[in-house]
């Protein structure tokens, strides 16, 4: 099993941190993991640190985790994609999602409606770009060029490229299935090996409808990894983050990471902590996150117990561990990644 990292995020802009992220992902590299991530929310983007990255390193892969789909059209991404595969000597995967209604609507200013059909459109653009066609499209919501003006359909002038690969974050049941039938890889959370199949059944489904198998596509998904002998206290700090994520990660009617967590076992639960929080209740919202939750999420004990925990990711279909480490400074957090790519390995 591979092992994969991530960076950026929501809060990636309040910290000038940039350079401790960036000798972060170069000694990650020496160790061995396999991709890096960035992450851009609402925070910084994921496009220009990876640039940077590409100069900055030999092996490693870089991923978009993910790009919003609504924040840029399907022809710039093809290009940025294209560009950034140039540029790091095809070290580029394109990640892609379609993020939520409040970040959709709220920062992009873009209609939230029918997010699958937009990503499908956004897919088959892009792909076009990457083989060099003209752009002609006639969707729903995208149309290539724009009826009734003076546009006409063009083909990007960068050579084509239809080896860069496409990862999806997707969560629903029908999304899911999508990510079965065209995507190279799934960055997935709301995870639980423990509950597999409430995501990977519908990845599956996809796939074998499209004459594909799960095992065409890389399946990445972890969480955070800490190592000692007193697991409440690896468990507690990290019962705001799942109450943030239950409870602010969507608006109170849609929020796709809940609904991934309720298929997942947890259908009580993540009703209750999403309803607190949405009553501005936060403190009691994370109380009320269970231990066990935290637990099946992450990889998070003693060496004998974070062992088992991946042994459970492989063992539930995981092709790639994707982890966030702690440990005190970057020595501390890569002698934790160092202990876990071993473990992966």
Do not use: C
């Not at 840029?72 to 093809?78: F, G, I, L, V, W």
């Not at 639960?269 to 269970?290: H, N, S």
């Amino acid at each position: 099993m591979k092992v994969s990292i991530g960076i950026g995020g929501a809060a990636s802009g309040r910290r000038r941190d940039f350079d401790d992220q960036v000798e972060y992902v170069m000694e990650a590299e020496k160790l061995g993991v396999d991709t890096v991530w960035t992450a851009e929310a609402w925070g910084q983007d994921a496009i220009a640190p990876l640039a940077y990255l590409a100069a900055k390193t030999e092996r490693i892969k870089l991923g978009t985790g993910i790009l919003q789909i609504s924040a840029r059209t399907p022809s710039m991404t093809a290009m940025t994609a294209l560009t950034l595969a140039t540029i790091s000597s095809d070290r580029f995967i394109l990640g892609l999602g379609a993020s939520g209604p409040q970040v959709v609507e709220g920062l992009q200013g873009r209609p939230f409606k029918a997010p699958l059909m937009r990503m499908r459109e956004t897919i088959e653009i892009i792909k076009l770009a990457f083989a060099g066609e003209k752009l002609a499209y006639d969707g729903i919501y995208h149309q290539l060029p724009l009826p009734g003006g003076e546009g006409k359909a063009l083909r990007l002038a960068q050579p084509s490229n239809d080896n860069i690969p496409i990862y999806l974050a997707t969560l629903g049941p029908k999304t899911l299935e999508y990510t079965g039938a065209v995507a190279d890889g799934w960055l997935g959370t709301s995870f639980t090996p423990e509950h597999a199949d409430a995501h990977l059944e519908h990845i599956r489904r996809g796939a074998e409808a499209a004459g594909r198998s799960l095992l065409d596509i890389d399946i990445q998904v972890g969480g955070t990894v800490a190592f000692g002998d007193d697991l409440d206290a690896l468990v507690d700090p990290l019962k705001p983050a799942v109450a943030f994520t239950l409870g602010a990660m969507g608006s109170p009617k849609t929020n796709f990471y809940n609904a991934a967590f309720r298929r997942g076992g947890w259908e009580d639960v993540a009703i209750q902590v999403q309803q607190l929080w949405v009553d501005g209740k936060r403190e009691e919202a994370a109380a009320k996150v269970p231990g066990e939750m935290v637990r099946q999420a992450n990889l998070l004990g003693d060496e004998a117990t974070v062992r088992a925990r991946v042994q459970a990711y492989k063992d539930a279909g995981v092709t790639t561990l994707r982890v966030q480490p702690m440990g005190e400074g970057l020595a501390g957090k890569l002698e934790t990644l160092g202990r876990v790519i071993d473990m992966a390995h």
